[in-house]
């Protein structure tokens, strides 16, 4: 017979954050409910009817409490000074760090510091946390999201000594195929939410949108991530998605936005607090928060059995995955180009008959004659225009 000790190794135990317990997620089914211990309404099948082409963390964006130092405040007023008279970001050492500061505020953060791996805003208001922080997506992918929140530590503590960091939002997703939705099928999901749109892509149905921001409750996105990836240049993605992504269908994305208060009510606080409990998330959210479920006879929809493609995607790994920095941000730049080439063809075509150019060698000549104007009107030159621009594109 098993001892007390053995019993407790091998059954899974609950994590308790406060006065909140997370189910332990495991990626099987359970049979009731994690938070309300209700039944599992019973499925037609247990087939896999879903490829899981990724899952993970999204967005993870950071506050942070800290005395900051007078003298960078000084310096940082001055730099804001300079690049609001010039109307263009200036470079700025952040502790060690070379950085662009914004001629514009960050929400409701004065300075605004560019990085290629994310934003960073700084405030003096003592109504606000006094740090800010933006990973970006291809940032956030590449190094994973705990390689995100150590560089962004590391940074901050640098140039204004210890700060205590808290999350301020973060965004879960699962990417599949197989499962195609249209409009009607809002009618087949069971949500607390009361709101839900739909939503359109040049008039194409491209989604459902669950919940509103500022609600203080999660928001959910259903959409075809490979339409928003191609609109957006986000190129990665296709690299992300590997051998197991199928050109010829369509992504479907599910993702939750969480933000302060939501996290608050897991008992989640910390980076690190927030990341262990990524997976328990899910499975509390897709269990209990949003369902899709198979229409039947019964008027209670919370009756109806859930349906085989969602519980694919209650199954969704959830990992922490990093795919390398530079393969993110080459597949953003590849995506950017993509999308660039339309318009610059279209321009220099434009300029080429106002110019009555007949080639790309005759229009070169008369290119670099009113670039040279424009430079010495606009009191900017091509290089230095293509210098503030490597601070969004180019990896330090």
Not at 112 to 140: K, M, N, Y
Request: aromatic share 10%.
């Amino acid at each position: 017979m098993a001892s007390d000790s053995d019993k407790s190794r091998s059954t899974p135990q609950p994590k308790a954050f406060g006065e909140n317990v997370l189910p332990t997620f495991t990626g099987k089914r359970p049979s009731s409910d994690p938070l309300t211990r209700e039944a599992v309404p019973p499925l037609q099948s247990s087939l896999p009817v879903l490829a899981e082409l990724a899952s993970g963390v999204d967005a993870l964006y950071l506050s942070g409490r800290a005395v900051i130092p007078d003298d960078l405040f000084e310096k940082l007023e001055l730099a804001r000074i300079e690049s609001a008279a010039s109307g263009q970001p200036v470079p700025f050492f952040f502790g060690d760090v070379a950085v662009a500061l914004a001629p514009h505020a960050f929400l409701r953060y004065r300075y605004c510091l560019d990085h290629p791996f994310g934003r960073i805003g700084i405030t003096t208001s003592t109504h606000l946390p006094a740090i800010r922080v933006q990973p970006r997506a291809e940032f956030l992918h590449g190094s994973g999201p705990r390689g995100a929140v150590e560089w962004f530590r590391n940074v901050l503590e640098g140039a204004c000594g210890p700060v205590r960091l808290a999350v301020s939002r973060l965004d879960l997703f699962a990417d599949f195929q197989g499962w195609q939705l249209t409009g009607d099928s809002r009618h087949e999901f069971v949500c607390r939410a009361k709101t839900r749109h739909t939503y359109e892509e040049d008039g194409i149905f491209n989604g459902l949108i669950f919940g509103s921001r500022g609600s203080g409750s999660p928001l959910a996105r259903i959409y075809d991530k490979t339409i928003e990836s191609a609109k957006t240049g986000s190129a990665y993605w296709k690299t992300i998605w590997g051998e197991r992504f199928a050109p010829d269908e369509s992504v479907m994305r599910i993702e939750f936005e969480l933000g302060r208060d939501v996290l608050r009510e897991y008992g989640v606080n910390t980076p690190e607090e927030v990341l262990d409990a990524t997976g328990a998330l899910w499975s509390a959210l897709t269990l209990k928060w949003l369902t899709h479920r198979i229409p039947g006879a019964d008027q209670t929809k919370v009756r109806w059995p859930i349906s085989p493609e969602w519980e694919c995607a209650r199954r969704a790994r959830v990992g922490e995955d990093d795919w390398g920095i530079a393969r993110m941000y080459d597949g953003k730049r590849l995506g950017s180009l993509f999308n660039l080439m339309p318009g610059l063809v279209g321009y220099l075509a434009s300029f080429g008959a106002l110019t009555n150019s007949t080639s790309f060698a005759d229009l070169l000549p008369h290119l670099s004659d009113h670039l040279a104007r424009f430079a010495n009107d606009s009191g900017l030159t091509l290089g230095e225009r293509i210098a503030l621009k490597n601070q969004k594109f180019v990896l330090p």
